[in-house]
């Protein structure tokens, strides 16, 4: 039995790809949500004062929060890209599969690493393998 071992974190680009725009995307949309609460407190204290002055006043008091946000946008990427691996490298890897069965290879038994999700497909997927390389050919009779 070979162990498939995927050598890189990012193995389908559509649906990793997905899945860390859509994070930037609602992390933009927080931050951005906090950044208008963040003025809009701030106005609230001193609804008199300029915007010139709120908004400066604002950056001064919350900016390590940004700053703290903004590092922690590459750490929740990576993290994504690492958690998709897990559900994203076995279908991969079960497209290969069934490209091979497809074109009428008999490919070798599938096993998924230790964390990856779907095991149970694969377990699946190694029976119809198992099922297909001891069924007779066309020239074969069965039972012979």
């Known amino acids: 039995m070979s162990r498939n071992k995927r050598g890189k974190e990012y193995v389908d680009p559509q649906v990793?790809?997905?899945?860390?725009?859509?994070?930037?995307?609602?992390w933009l949309a927080y931050?951005?949500?906090?950044?208008l609460l963040v003025v809009g407190?701030?106005?609230?204290?001193?609804?008199?004062?300029?915007i010139s002055?709120?908004?400066?006043?604002?950056?001064?008091?919350?900016?390590?929060m940004l700053l703290v946000l903004a590092c922690l946008i590459p750490l929740f990427v990576y993290d994504s890209i690492r958690l998709?691996?897990?559900?994203?490298?076995?279908?991969?890897r079960l497209r290969q599969v069934i490209h091979s069965l497809a074109s009428g290879s008999n490919p070798e038994r599938i096993e998924f690493r230790d964390n990856d999700f779907w095991k149970e497909i694969a377990a699946?997927?190694?029976q119809v393998i198992d099922r297909l390389g001891n069924a007779p050919t066309k020239n074969e009779?069965?039972?012979?």
């Open 31 to 35: 931050t951005g949500i906090a950044l």
């Open 141 to 144: 009779e069965p039972g012979t």
């Open 16 to 26: 990793q790809g997905a899945l860390w725009r859509r994070l930037v995307v609602h």
């Open 124 to 126: 699946d997927m190694n």
């Open 84 to 92: 998709s691996h897990r559900f994203a490298g076995p279908v991969f």
């Open 41 to 50: 407190l701030e106005w609230m204290s001193d609804p008199f004062q300029s």
């Open 53 to 64: 002055e709120v908004v400066t006043r604002a950056w001064w008091t919350y900016s390590p």
